[in-house]
Each structure stands twice: as structure tokens, then as C-alpha cells.
């Protein structure tokens, strides 16, 4: 227990008082409409409308857990997580199909009795007992003539007295009241999933920082290195014009050229393994039918999407796509490689498979632990498939959270 | 040695780089060409075309202000109204959704598609400049590569030397050139330019502009 005064100068016993003020409201509304629907559930039941209102009833935790959640922020400074599922499919009918399967919809339904038939009169009663003996005393100085001066000024002393003594019931109650309810409304479990939820968002922040920093790197490259070189080939080229074939200048300014060439040569290779300029522009389909174009594996692109999706996955799938069919070229001895994707239920799935010799193995050391970090960097999972003869079918799935 | 002395033409230059763009109006003022604008936008492009409609656009693909695709972009558009306009197009890389947008403009006549690295092999460039803004179509031998990576497996009938001639052919050159890249006589040419489109099942075609597109449209498939 701290210091009084500092405790009675808090804004403690306030929030208490509000939260318990607050509760006693929704108590009495949650009470009151309870008792609506399971009276008039029961005498209506016959007909199908009262089976309705019962129906409703039982699916009140959800609503009256919302608000005590909400109610929470008063006296608790830590958020309490809604442990729900997020419908997947939209209106009333995908809210119901989840919510009727969740174990914390019952949770609450029993918070919801508890407190109707328990709590929320608890509440009433620490409040009117706290509050009343000040109200009574000062009541006692203003309207009643019979008290004698010197009752007078004791019940002026005490009437402040009982008003910061009352502070302590309220505190401490609302104190209990409110780690009840986070116990049975805020699981800790839903904790632990809410940081999780931070964690991935963190490691997603991550994975978006770097394909920055890839782009800018590309740009850097492009704008500087790339142009100096083609300018110097240009030059190069232009001073050739001027020198007699076979002068031993031009034989030096001919190997400068060739020189310079292969630079420019190996720098849009690079370039293009560090960001790959066509994906940005035109998307995931056009990038992959690029690097189909590349392999030397003839490759099958079946790829249809509704549009352009969230730029990590994209990213995500087409290194996925580029460094399987990498693979592919050196290891598979495949005369043929089929990459298939699709978009199903907010899911992108890339399926990448070779009619090669198999036995690819992700504990091998091969490419196949990078994309499966990759894959995992994205929240998506990499699935392979690859006995010994072949085929080696790769599968990816990422998860398109809406940007 | 340039293929053939064309009229000196009026070029309108786009690209961001002021280095390259420097680069790019000396090399063609050097072969005799006025570039009436330089600029360094596709805003500016757009504008430099209305201003001066010149007889050909040699245009960057990526610039400002978002360095995507932008000048390929405006190319496309200044033919959508301007169906006469001869467009070069440089590419850092070869991409070929750039060249088939490209190639489709306007059935292809008078449309260029080369890597900016070609710019530095300068004779062949200004051939380039001068091939377009004839009218004819000229596609970088890296996109010929890729596409001809691409459609393997009729192209299996073809003998390597036919092969050969069918990638020269593709990146628009006549039978003239292509009779002094290889070496051998143009009549020698006309008969494997034959044999090739026998082969492919593609009509036969004189005209050397047809029969670039004919084959670019097989190889696209």
C-alpha cells in the first residue's frame, strides 16, 4: 500500500469510481436487456421469433465483453487484446460461423451471468455504502436543525474524513473487478498472440527496409556506374571514328571498347539480381515470364492474378521463382520446368515443378534453406517435394495482407 | 561504315542522364543529324515533339519523375496520335514486354529496341537511327536471342547457318547486310531466307519490313 496522500492525489481513486460507475450502468442495461430477450424468448418461443431472441441472448458475451474491454482502459493501462478471430468471410453470417465456434464466446456468455447476477449489484452495493456515509453526514450539517454546534463542527471534520476513506473500498474493488474480467476477457494467451503479431509485423517492417535499400542500391548503380560506362563507350566508339583501321591506337581504343562492353555486360546482370526493374514495373507475371525467357530449361508460365499484389510478395515470390528455376538449370537435368499461380482465398500460391532426377534436399545445402528463410521472412511456408527419379514439384504459399 | 547515306533528320533526344544525353546529341550531330531538343523528362518529350515534330524520337524507357517506364510510356502514347512518329527506344535491359508494347505500336513500322549499351557500338547505332526513321523496325539481338530461347522447338528444324540468318533477320536487318555480316552473296541469303520461312509455315515476303514482323510475330508465338 503507497502513501496516502500520494494515493488520495492520484487520479486512482477517480478512475476507480468511474469504472465502477460505469459498471453499474452497463450492468443495469445488460440486465435489463438480458431480461427482454430470455422473458420474451420464453413466452414467444413457441412461435420461432422467441427462439431467435434466446439465440441472441446466448450470443450476448461477445457484445457486453466489447464494451467491459473498452471499460478496462479506465483503472488498466495495459490494452486488452481482442482475443477474436477475424471473421474471414464479411456479414453477419461469417461473424456467427466463426464466433459460434470460439471457446471465448463462452467465456464471455459466462462473464455476462456472473456479473448480471453477481457483479454488477457487488458494484452497487461498495458504491452506495462508500458514498452514502459522506452524503449522509454532510446532509446531516445542511438540513437537519436538531444537531446541535458542536455535532456541527465534528460532522464537518468527518464528512471529509469518510469521503478519502471511502476512496479505499472503491479503489480496491474496481482493482479486483478489473483483473477479473482481464483474466476471463483478455486471456493471456491472446497476449502472447498479440505480441507474436508484433513480432511478425517487426520482421515484415524488416523485410520491407531491405527491399528499399535493394532499390536503392539498383538506382544508385543505374544512375551512376551504368551511365559513366555507357558514356565511356560512347566516347571510346566516337574516338575510333578518328584513328585509321589498323593504326596501333585504334587496336588500343578497340580493346578499351571491348573492355568497357563486358563491364556494362556484367554491371545489368548485376543490376538485375539486385532488383529486378521489370517486376516494379509491370508486376509478378511479366517478371516471371522474363526469367522464363532466360532458362535455359524451357519453362511453362501459367500464372493468373486479379492484379498487382503487395510489393513484398511479389518480391517474395519472384526470387522464389528465379532461384528454383536456377536450381533447376544446374541440378535437375530437367528437359522441362512448369511454374503454375494462382490467388486463392487471400492466398498466393506458386507451384513450381520439373520433370528432373529428384533428390532435391533442403538440409543439403543447395538454394533450398535460402528460399524457406525467404518464404519464411514473408509469413508464407515453402513446401518440397522431390523423390529420388523425380519430379521435383516446389510449392509456395504467401498470405497477401492488404497494404 | 554506315549501310546507307540516309537525309540528315531532326531527332529529338529524352534521357535523364545529362552525361549520356551530352553523349547521345554529339555522336548524332557527328553523323550529320540536327537534334532540335534534348530533354530530360517525358513531360518535356511530349511537349519537344509538339514543338518540333521531328522525324524521329530516341527516347530512354526509365525517367523521371518515378524512373519506371515512363519514356517507353510516352513513346507509346506520342504514336497512339502520331502514327508517322519513328521512336528508338533504349532500354538498360532487355525486357520483352517493353519490346512487344513496342512492336505493337502501330504494326511496328518506324519503332526501334536496343540496349543503352549499344549506343557505344556507334556506327551500328546511327544505322539504327537511320533503319527507323525509314520506316523500318529494329529489335536488339538480345530480344531475338530470348525469343528464339523461347520457341525451340520448330526452330529445331532449322540449320545452324539458317538459324543464324533468322536472328539477323529479326533484328531487321536486309539481306544486303546480312549477306556482308556473314559473308556469303545475297542471293545465297534470299534462298536460306526461303528455306526458313518454308520451314516456319510464314508466307513469303520480299519486303524486308514485312518479313522482320513476320518473324518477330513467330517468335513472340
Known sequence: MQNPVRFLASSWPWRSLAYLVSGVLVGAATVASLAVLLIGGTLLAVALVGLVLLFAAALSGPVVARFERMRLRLVDHDPAPDPHRAPLEPGWRGWLAVRLREQQTWRELGYVVVSALALWWIDFAILALSLSLPVVSAGEIVVDPQVPWFGRIFLAVVTPVLVLVAAYPVTVWAGARAALARTILAPRDAEIGARLTEVARS???????????????????????????????????????????GSPAAGSIDDAHEQATLA???????????????????????????????????????????GRLPTAVETTAYFVIAETLANVAKHSRAGRAAVRGRLLDRRLIVEIRDDGVGGADSAAGTGLSGLLDRAAAADGTLAVSSPAGGPTIITLELPCRSE | MPVRVDRPLRVVVAEDAVLLRAGLVGLLERFGHTVVAAVGDATALAAAVATHEPDIVVADVRMPPGFTDEGLRAVVALRASRPSLAVLVLSQYVEQTYATELLDSQRGAGVGYLLKDRVGQVTQFIDAVNQVAAGGTVVDPEVVLQLLSRRRDPLRRLTAREREVLALAAEGRSNTAIARTLVVS????????????AKLDLPPADDDHRRVLAVLAYLRG
Open chain 1, 203 to 245: 520482421r515484415a517492417r524488416l523485410v520491407d527496409a531491405f527491399e528499399v535499400e535493394r532499390r536503392r542500391i539498383e538506382r544508385d548503380l543505374h544512375d551512376g556506374a551504368q551511365q559513366r560506362l555507357v558514356g565511356l563507350t560512347l566516347a571510346l566508339g566516337l574516338a575510333r571514328l578518328d584513328l585509321p583501321d
Open chain 1, 264 to 306: 556494362l555486360a556484367e554491371l545489368r546482370e548485376l543490376i538485375r539480381g539486385v532488383h529486378p526493374q521489370v517486376l516494379t514495373d509491370r508486376g509478378l507475371i511479366a517478371a516471371a515470364a522474363d526469367l522464363a525467357s532466360r532458362s535455359p530449361v524451357p519453362v511453362d508460365i501459367d500464372i493468373t492474378l486479379p
Open chain 2, 186 to 197: 545475297e542471293a545465297a541469303i534470299a534462298k536460306h531466307i526461303g528455306s526458313i520461312l
